[in-house]
């Protein structure tokens, strides 16, 4: 038995639907910009040059459901719905015709951003961190095997704050597919069972405010209902 200075911290997991088990997180990879009219309303073209990346902590998921907590340090925290996918097998050089062997399932997140701290990250030509990656940034739902529900290419993704539509796309508008975002990610780092990825979001994104409700999902996937405390 190793031994440690202090007990390790309880291993990050997200809920499986309709299952006791729960699915072990390893990393969290984010797709930035990967929906044109999303891109567009960031001010970039959203022409496909190579998708980019960013990473949260694998304990900033959280259950998309109860209370996300109004993180310190920010005026302007936004919501990004996006369709998570999460590894099950890992590997190198995935081509993209063998990339969804390796998806375990998906599920439904939202990348909750203090646009305010990225914004000035981006001024300054300084890392994104600060604006991405704080506590309970990633909540997510329980997830779906692909065994149960297949691999979604297309279907509604949607955003509604205290019952109004924010964010309205659909899958078939990813700009970098699952597949292509498995081969690149895998190109750059060996993928682990137990990796999520954060897919990237449609338009609409914009400010919550504590109190808020927010309810979205993706077609055939799974949906999101909670209130920022
Ligand atoms: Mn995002």
Redesign the pocket.
């Known amino acids: 038995m190793t031994d440690y200075v202090f007990p390790p911290p309880p291993q990050a997991s997200v809920a499986v639907d309709g299952s006791t088990a729960r699915f072990a997180i390893r990393r969290v990879f984010?797709?930035?910009r990967?929906y044109a009219a999303h891109a567009r309303e960031m001010g970039k073209d959203p022409d496909r040059e190579p998708p980019f990346f960013f990473m949260k902590p694998a304990d900033a998921v959280v259950p998309a459901e109860g209370e996300v907590r109004y993180p310190p340090l920010t005026a302007d925290l936004h919501h990004?719905i996006?369709l998570v996918v999460a590894i099950g097998r890992g590997g190198a050089d995935i081509d993209p015709d063998k990339a969804l062997d390796h998806v375990w399932g998906y599920g439904v997140g939202v990348?909750l951003?203090r646009r305010d701290l990225q914004a000035q990250a981006k001024d300054m030509g300084r890392p994104w961190e600060w604006g991405?990656a704080f506590d309970a940034s990633a909540p997510c739902s329980a997830l779906q095997p692909a065994d149960r529900i297949g691999h979604p290419s297309r279907g509604g993704i949607w955003l509604d704050v205290n019952g109004q539509r924010r964010q309205q796309g659909d899958l078939a508008d990813l700009i970098w597919a699952v597949p292509e975002i498995i081969e690149h990610v895998s190109r750059s780092m060996a993928l682990a069972p137990g990796d999520l990825i954060?897919t990237?979001?449609p338009a609409g994104v914009a400010a919550v405010q504590r109190g808020d409700r927010l309810t979205g999902g993706v077609d055939g996937v799974a949906r999101i209902d909670f209130r920022i405390g």
């Open positions: 984010c797709v930035g990967n990004e996006e990348d951003t991405k954060y990237g979001t």
